[in-house]
Structures are given as C-alpha cells and as structure tokens.
C-alpha cells in the first residue's frame, strides 16, 4: 500500500517535469 502510493506519487512528479519541459 505504501508502496503503491510512493510509486504514484513518483509518476506525478514524473508527468508535472515533462509538462514543464515538453509544452
């Protein structure tokens, strides 16, 4: 479960920086 969620969080901070470099 912790796991999960880390790993979740790990994608959102993943997409937010290809956003801010790729737009």
């Known amino acids: 479960m912790t796991y999960n969620k880390e790993n979740n969080r790990t994608k959102q901070e993943a ?5 801010l470099f790729y737009s």
Request: hydrophobic content about 40%; aromatic content about 20%; overall charge positive.
């Open 15 to 19: 997409s937010r920086v290809y956003v």
